[in-house]
């Protein structure tokens, strides 16, 4: 079916009730709104961020209110520009995984709230390995307009990925994040996951071969890099109890912009919810 009939084919079905709206979720590492051009411009990522035309989105690399980034909530921050822009309400959920110059620094989850109602969030503390600095996940329950309900999960996995009786860090930390869902609910998780699935990156293949083996879906691209520097994607948006979520389109973002607003690309992919 050519694409532009799967559009109107899935409006025909949203318009008689059979799916919920479409719903855009997205993954950025914004390296706390560091460009490659080594300038610090946290209006380049929320413009990013709105040309994307995202509902939610988990945030890797922010710095929440400390000194390094002049005590600015980059999260919140990022959220108002989008709500000033967009004249549509925009919510933050912060996940600090450490203490940071003053403030604090890790993951967070923006979105739309009069689309989306947050009914849970939790913090998860993942493994703190040698070196690399406490991890965090942020978990969050979410209702849409239309009364269906899933869980979405942003984190950002260490790169320190020692094994360590017999497992590895991220390996246990994505145990931790899975005992922490209702294991009955759509579940998208975002993540600079510091692995891939592409055998010929040979970057921490068994945490990828984990969430596959574990029934958890590939959604975002599997071709193409996600950073500049390396010709690796290792950022990725999976999902698992996913028969209510079907995917209508994913990308890496790749344009002008993007290649300079942070050291990773954003990853945008378009679900429709099943009702």
Not at 10 to 20: N, R, T
Not at 165 to 176: D, E, P, R, V, W
Not at 211 to 231: F, H, M, Q, V
Not at 240 to 257: A, E, G, P, R
Request: without cysteine; glycine residues 6%.
């Amino acid at each position: 079916m050519k694409l532009h009939h799967l559009s109107g084919f899935i409006a025909l079905l949203s318009s008689v009730g059979l799916f919920a709206a479409p719903l855009n979720v997205a993954s950025y590492n914004i390296h706390h709104g560091a460009g490659e051009d080594e300038v610090l411009d946290l209006q380049r990522i929320a413009n990013v961020l709105n040309k994307l035309d995202v509902d939610l989105v988990g945030l890797q690399e922010v710095d929440i209110a400390n000194a390094r980034t002049g005590f600015v909530s980059q999260g919140k921050y990022i959220a108002q520009q989008l709500q000033n822009a967009q004249n549509t309400p925009w919510k933050t959920l912060n996940a600090a995984a450490i203490e940071f110059e003053n403030g604090e620094y890790g993951n967070a989850i923006i979105y739309k709230s009069d689309a989306l109602t947050l009914n849970d969030y939790k913090v998860v503390r993942l493994p703190d390995p040698d070196g690399d600095g406490q991890r965090s996940a942020g978990v969050a329950t979410f209702t849409d307009k239309d009364g269906i309900t899933f869980q979405f999960v942003a984190s950002h996995l260490t790169h320190k990925n020692k094994t360590e009786n017999g497992s590895t860090i991220q390996l246990a930390s994505l145990k931790m994040i899975e005992e922490t869902l209702d294991s009955k609910l759509p579940t998208i998780f975002v993540a600079d996951f510091n692995a891939s699935i592409r055998k010929e990156d040979n970057h921490n293949l068994d945490t990828m071969a984990y969430l596959i083996k574990n029934n958890w879906r590939i959604d975002s691209p599997l071709e193409g890099a996600s950073i500049p520097d390396e010709p690796w994607i290792i950022d990725y948006v999976v999902s698992k109890n996913h028969d209510k979520l079907k995917v209508n389109s994913s990308q890496i973002v790749l344009d002008d912009l993007t290649k300079v607003a942070s050291d990773h690309f954003p990853v945008k992919v378009n679900y429709q919810l099943e009702k």
